[in-house]
């Protein structure tokens, strides 16, 4: 009998499920709540809620403290 070169069975469906595992999780960590795709939701969500606050609150916020420092400076 001569040698024969290749993969064997086992091989190959120790490869699949391992292949099977893996694609699993991945798309356990992407899809479910908490998982990749929502917590970049969530950043942007926070980035656009910053940015909101950045371009309306803060400058009447900064503006207030001038103000305010400028009066206890030189007086009423």
Known sequence: ??????????ALVVSIVIMVILVGVTISVTI???GIFSQA???ADRTENRI?????E???QMQDFVNESLQNLFGK
């Open 52 to 56: 909101d606050y950045e371009t309306n």
């Open 32 to 34: 479910n709540d908490g």
């Open 1 to 10: 009998m001569e040698s024969q070169r290749g993969i064997t069975l086992v």
């Open 41 to 43: 939701k969530e950043a």
């Open 58 to 60: 803060l400058p009447t």
